[in-house]
């Protein structure tokens, strides 16, 4: 049985899900100038790290993680402790990342990213986000998503979790219409947390926080329901083809836009145009 790595192609929230059947002696894993988390989702397995004075051995039970802070290298083995395979997802975020975040929300006492360093122990919140985004690359949810979801993650690192409170932003009707109606111009363009965040005047993290307060929704699900609502009426009263009307509409390609349309609408684009016209 082979092993499988599966990689994102998200330029702001690099991913690697990797799912290895076998136990490994001593692998020699080089520095990397990103902060690694390594996330375990499936396959409990003894886990050791070379250190100076010999190996320093845990286990690594699924919903445990680990993380890597940059230039750090790492000398691992494991030890499969049954029969399924070890299957882990991978994440890295630039240490860049890491600044603009506590500039932006002007952090005061954020822990140097050595002080993160563990080689494994439980997070059930960055468990639930590697699943997140496992199933978000697999419905092809592009570079906005992405970026949110970096954020979230650095906000959890910091001990920033959301506390349901604006800390003294508000998002104020003019600002919403402002944000969603360049969301309704840009339908067919790849739109960036940056992009909609500037629109509002605020930081992306403060912008993320508020837009969900204000919508219900997260800039990502506000942006695909806008653009499945445009697909919709292309579908209803154009002749143009389905590939064309998911491009025009802001989808990368056929299959994504086939698959955000069947979990909005309950059926593909084909089968919405002719139930609507034949009605």
Not at 6 to 12: G, I, M, N, T, V
Not at 39 to 53: H, T
Request: with cysteine.
């Amino acid at each position: 049985m082979a092993g499988q790595l599966r990689r994102s192609p998200w330029k702001a929230l690099p991913m690697l899900r990797a799912v290895r059947p076998w136990s490994v002696a001593d692998l020699q894993v080089p520095a990397s100038d990103r902060f690694s988390i390594a996330v375990l989702l499936r396959g409990p397995v003894q886990l050791g790290s070379k250190k100076e004075r010999g190996w320093a051995s845990s286990a690594f039970l699924p919903g445990d993680v680990g993380m890597t802070a940059p230039g750090n290298e790492l000398r691992l083995r494991w030890n499969l402790l049954g029969p399924d395979a070890m299957e882990t997802v991978h994440i890295d975020i630039t240490p860049d990342a890491f600044r603009d975040f506590v500039d932006e929300e002007a952090v005061s006492g954020a822990p140097h990213l050595d002080q993160l360093d563990a080689l494994a122990r439980p997070d059930p919140f960055l468990t639930m986000m590697a699943t997140s985004l496992v199933r978000a690359r697999h419905n092809g949810l592009g570079e906005l998503f992405a970026q949110s979801a970096r954020n979230v993650i650095i906000a959890h690192l910091f001990g920033l979790e959301p506390s349901g409170t604006l800390d003294g932003y508000r998002m104020v009707p003019r600002r919403v219409t402002m944000v969603t109606n360049y969301m309704r111009e840009r339908l067919a363009e790849p739109l960036s947390l940056d992009d909609l965040a500037r629109q509002a005047s605020m930081s992306r993290y403060h912008f993320l926080r508020v837009f969900r307060q204000s919508t219900g929704k997260t800039p990502h699900q506000f942006l695909t329901e806008l653009r499945i609502n445009a697909a919709r009426q292309a579908l209803e009263h154009g002749d143009d083809t389905i590939a064309c009307v998911g491009r025009r509409c802001g989808f990368a390609n056929p299959s994504h836009f086939s698959a955000a349309f069947r979990k909005f609408c309950g059926c593909s684009p084909v089968e919405y145009r002719k139930m609507v016209r034949s009605a």
